[in-house]
């Protein structure tokens, strides 16, 4: 398990991270999301023992993490700037990390990189920024470490090749309990992927949950009315998020009990009725909102 207990973080005047308290649980995707200057990278740094912070405590799995080279061996750090040593390969850059992670799995990396269509040696600098972000979640992922901690990993990867990130994201955590912490200031990118989600608004944690819990209290429906109807006396005494209207079709987003609003619309002649899916950014909307935020202007 990953603790973050009141860490904060200067640079001269200014609070990249302020006062901020996280718990992330072991086996679970976790998304940290935030715009940029939110104090994201800087959060990821202080938990990978990169930066220290300036006060507050950083540990996993009980131990501090700063300066703590037992700790480190358990995580891999892919940071949003690509970093490789001059003229190496990827071929070197397996060597290397072998020597770093007992566990490093050469033979996984070699068939990775033939799945990914990379030249293991070939000179990385002369890939493109999607190719080095590539090589760098397959070292990532060969490391074999109980925790990886992702700084805008799919920034710079086209639509397929996230994809096949998040497979293999999905794949290691299934067989062998990963937990990643991934930054990204795109609430869509994480949305099919993350179990919990933190949001950091100008270096403080504004905002920690569940998906699961916070999506049992907001419901999303769309229906067709046989008679003109009111909405609001409908659903009078819920809350309603949001209502639009298209013709004759009605998408209602409300927070409450489902079997209460549902049994409004049972109480009305209905032509069509339909629950959809909610998106992690209505989940947000709504929830920042009770806050005192509004995270259409903070983040979308």
């Known amino acids: ?3 973050a207990m009141g860490v904060s973080k200067k640079f ?4 990249a991270v302020d006062n901020v308290t996280a718990e992330i649980v072991d086996g679970n995707v976790f998304g940290l999301v935030g715009t940029n200057g939110a104090g994201k990278s800087t959060f990821l740094r202080m938990l990978c023992g990169v930066l220290k912070p300036d006060a507050g405590a950083v540990k996993i799995d009980g131990m501090e993490v700063f300066e703590n080279v037992r700790v480190k061996e358990q995580f891999f750090y892919i940071s949003d700037d690509q970093y490789f040593f001059n003229n190496a390969t990827p071929e070197d850059m397996k060597s290397y990390y072998q020597i770093m992670y007992p566990d490093f799995d050469g033979e996984r990396f070699v068939k990775l990189l033939k799945q990914f269509d990379l030249d293991q040696k070939r000179k990385i600098h002369t890939f493109s920024k999607g190719m080095k972000k590539q ?16 700084d805008e990993t799919f920034d710079g990867l086209d639509p397929v090749m996230r994809q096949a990130v998040k497979s293999i994201f999905v794949k290691e955590i299934a067989e062998r309990e990963m937990t990643p912490v991934i930054a990204s200031h795109n609430l869509r990118e994480l949305e099919d992927i993350c179990d ?22 907001i419901h999303k ?19 309603l998020l ?12 409300a927070k409450g009990r489902y079997e209460e609003i549902m049994g409004r619309l049972d109480k009305v002649k209905t032509i069509f009725v339909e ?11 709504s929830e920042t909102e009770v806050v005192g935020y509004d995270i259409k202007k903070l983040i979308l």
């Open 1 to 3: 398990m990953i603790e």
């Open 221 to 239: 429906i769309q229906c067709v009315f046989q008679n003109e109807e009111s909405v609001e006396e409908i659903f009078s005494g819920i809350e």
């Open 242 to 253: 949001k209502v639009d209207k298209r013709a004759s079709l009605y998408t209602i987003t």
């Open 135 to 150: 090589v760098s979640v397959i070292c990532g992922i060969c490391a074999h470490t109980k925790y990886l901690f992702c």
């Open 196 to 217: 919990h989600v933190g949001l950091l608004h100008k270096g403080g944690m504004l905002l920690q949950k569940d998906l699961f819990d916070m999506k049992l209290g």
């Open 12 to 15: 001269g005047g200014i609070a």
């Open 275 to 285: 629950v959809l899916p909610l998106t992690l950014e209505e989940i947000f909307i």
